[in-house]
Nanobody, 116 residues
Framework: QVQLVESGGDLVQTGGSLRLSCVVS????????VDWHRQAPGKQREAVVT???????NYANSVKGRFTVSIDNAKNTLYLQMNSLKPEDTAAYYC??????????WGKGTLVTVSS
């Protein structure tokens, strides 16, 4: 069974940086579509960045130039490097994996709080 476990969320000041991790078990990160999503309090969940099976990345406009996604194949882990953080980046961050069969798996999330 595929499981995703996020970590790395924390309280950080405006302009700071964090790196989130998503460890995947039961599936191969690089062979599937993987995404980072976030959900701010009172708002709908939104996609932050998607990596296709071909390795093509697609970032939300709100994070372009500040966030960078990467994969460590040896560790089967997805990362999200977040720089120049803003209060509006405050949210629970989730990773998602979509298998070749169209089945989606979500982690339980990690909380990022950016203080002004």
């Amino acid at each position: 069974q595929v499981q995703l476990v996020e970590s790395g969320g924390d309280l950080v000041q405006t302009g700071g940086s964090l790196r989130l991790s998503c460890v995947v078990s039961g599936g191969t990160v690089s062979s599937n579509i993987v995404d980072w999503h976030r959900q701010a309090p009172g708002k709908q969940r939104e996609a932050v960045v998607t990596i296709s099976r071909e390795g093509v990345t697609n970032y939300a406009n709100s994070v372009k130039g500040r966030f960078t996604v990467s994969i460590d194949n040896a560790k089967n882990t997805l990362y999200l490097q977040m720089n120049s953080l803003k209060p509006e980046d405050t949210a629970a961050y989730y990773c998602k994996l979509t298998s070749e069969y169209g089945i989606t798996y979500w982690g339980k999330g990690t909380l990022v709080t950016v203080s002004s």
